[in-house]
């Protein structure tokens, strides 16, 4: 199959989901054939020379050769396209999903499939659980038929702190991106808090060290949704949005979103506190100079 010429490939897939990406539906078919996604994408363009878009906002003539492979009329697959946009994650880190809607999934016997909705980078929980998103561990397509989430026993204390991050989150992408008035509980501006959830995530330091996010306390099962980075990072040259963007695990934006939040916060309780006493004048440095 993978060696036909685009106008005759035919992908036995069932019709894209509602609310489903464009390259989800690409990593449906890879799976039922046995190939890595980006080897289907590549034959499915093999003899065209110009350039092609990135999977979620394809060119029309390659959303066209997409329908064909479906067995679908061109203009189904439009409302599926994502063209890349400053309140969505970086294309290539697109792998967030929701443990409860492909539970979901499974029992209607659908397939595994990723959402638009979670594309959103300052939006960290689903919008129909309200259930901490997850970065997508790897083997997902070789799952078992039917799996089971586990849900962790969060006390009330944690469930606020998660209710803390994401409410900010969605009230800052608002004010950023739908003109919403900054809240009043907040200080600064939507763009000074977009910088220092920037500062915080990497490393602002001139020598190979950790982002302030990795600097958190977190206790019980609330570590599972809430943390930094693994690894030690190199400094950064630049603070840039597109860099936070590629940031696709959930969990560790969520971090710098806390940190931020806690920040900003005119009335800041005590036990919502991620238990860093002052930030870095650094990081003020560079969030204030906006």
């Not at 979901?104 to 901490?132: E, I, N, S």
């Not at 009230?171 to 763009?191: D, I, M, V």
């Not at 958190?216 to 040259?237: C, F, R, W």
């Amino acid at each position: 199959m993978l060696e036909a010429e685009p106008a005759r490939q035919r992908w036995w897939i069932r019709p894209p989901m509602p609310d489903e990406t464009l390259r989800s539906v690409i990593n449906r078919a890879a799976a039922l054939y046995e190939c890595p996604p980006k080897r289907l994408w590549e034959c499915l363009n093999w003899d065209d020379p110009q350039p092609y878009g990135e999977i979620d906002s394809p060119a029309l003539r390659v959303l066209r050769r997409m329908a064909i492979a479906m067995g679908l009329p061109p203009s189904d697959l439009s409302a599926q396209r994502l063209p890349d946009a400053p309140w969505l994650l970086a294309p290539q880190a697109d792998e967030v999903y929701c443990p409860l809607c492909w539970t979901d999934d499974r029992r209607r016997g659908d397939p595994l499939w990723f959402r638009r909705g979670w594309r959103r980078v300052l939006r960290t929980r689903c919008a129909v659980h309200g259930f901490p998103l997850l970065l997508c561990p790897e083997q997902w397509t070789s799952w078992p038929q039917v799996r089971e989430f586990q849900l962790p026993d969060l006390t009330a204390h944690e469930q606020r702190i998660l209710e803390l991050i994401a409410s900010f989150g969605e009230s800052l992408e608002r004010s950023l991106y739908e003109g919403a008035p900054w809240p009043a509980n907040l200080a600064g501006n939507p763009h000074a808090a977009r910088q220092l959830l920037i500062a915080v995530s990497f490393n602002m330091n001139k020598v190979r060290d950790i982002p302030l996010t990795k600097c958190i306390q977190t206790s019980g099962n609330l570590a599972m949704y809430v943390h930094g980075p693994s690894h030690h990072q190199e400094p950064v040259k630049k603070l840039r949005w597109d860099g936070y963007r590629e940031i696709a695990d959930p969990s560790i934006r969520r971090a710098s979103l806390w940190i931020a939040a806690w920040e900003l916060m005119r009335e800041r309780p005590d036990e919502l506190s991620p238990g860093l006493s002052r930030l870095p004048p650094v990081v003020e440095r560079a969030v204030w100079r906006v």
